[in-house]
């Protein structure tokens, strides 16, 4: 079957528009985690949220719902430890880290009735994306532009130095916790694609992917977008060919990416290098 005729079915056709607007929300988001060397910080948040699928499990409530709540309170509270309680930051990441992961272990396994299917949460399903899941990327992506579009040069400022920001009077605190509801809520609706286990990867691979060739912030967004969209939709076309889990082929390819462009950068610099003369 070629791709004209699977572009025939919905589930594709879903699973492409998916892949779009996450690589958007994801490719915005990324970029801030990573300038902000806050990858530390979106794993906790990542694991996280199973403390709010058991939730949503044991009290028969919609688990992307009740994830994306508990993530939210998880990156609040972690900006509130390390920053109020004088909590190292690492440590405040493994409280809730730790927590959210035993919360959804205990509350999965009391669930009644018949055991919930995790594998799509944690591993990932790209191919069972549905319209609702869609919209909210979709939504999730034009906010993030316009938010960016109206802080971006705040964001920029709080991304490479925080104190500085705070010296030109900056709503810091402000954005900080905007940018962790952001994060959050990124984190939470892109779990479909790859699940929790592989998530991390999805926000910082095709960034540092990007950093090779700029360093400048609005162009790293951009590539990094483009670079995501292109592994997703490869790692998906590849993966229904070779019958593999569409979510960690994606992830796999990304950082066949990452590698191969750091090898054709690493040859130009070689190629650059002025011979010394004899």
């Known amino acids: 079957m070629n791709i004209s005729e699977l572009l025939q079915y919905a589930f594709f056709r879903n699973a492409l528009l998916g892949s779009l607007f996450a690589s958007i929300a994801c490719g915005i988001i990324g970029t801030y985690v990573v300038s902000r060397r806050l ?86 399903n790209i191919l069972t994306i549905t319209p609702g899941d869609i919209m909210a990327l979709a939504i999730l992506s034009l906010v993030l532009l316009l938010f960016f579009a109206l802080f971006y040069h705040a964001i920029v400022s709080i991304s490479f130095d925080t104190e500085f920001a705070q010296t030109r009077h900056i709503p810091t605190q402000f954005i900080e916790y905007a940018m962790m509801l952001f994060v959050s809520v990124t984190i939470v609706l892109s779990i479909r694609l790859v699940g929790i286990v592989l998530l991390m990867s999805l926000i910082t691979v095709p960034q540092m992917t990007a950093n090779l060739f700029t360093v400048n912030y609005s162009k790293i967004i951009a590539l990094s977008v483009i670079f995501s969209f292109a592994g997703c939709v490869t790692g998906l076309i590849l993966s229904y060919y070779l019958n593999v889990p569409s979510g960690a082929f994606i992830i796999f390819v990304l950082i066949v990416m990452f590698f191969i462009a750091k090898a054709v950068k690493s040859i130009e610099r070689k190629v650059q290098k002025p011979q010394p003369t004899k």
């Open 39 to 124: 990858v530390f910080i979106s794993g906790g948040i990542t694991h996280a949220s199973f403390g709010g699928l058991g939730i949503g499990f044991y009290f028969s409530l919609p688990p992307i719902l009740s994830a994306m709540a508990f993530s939210i309170l998880s990156a609040f509270g972690i900006q509130w430890l390390s920053r109020k309680q004088n909590v190292r930051e690492d440590s405040a990441i493994a409280v809730f880290w730790s927590l959210g992961m035993a919360v959804g272990i205990v509350l999965t396994f009391l669930s009644p009735g018949y055991a919930p299917n995790l594998s799509e949460y944690l591993f990932g």
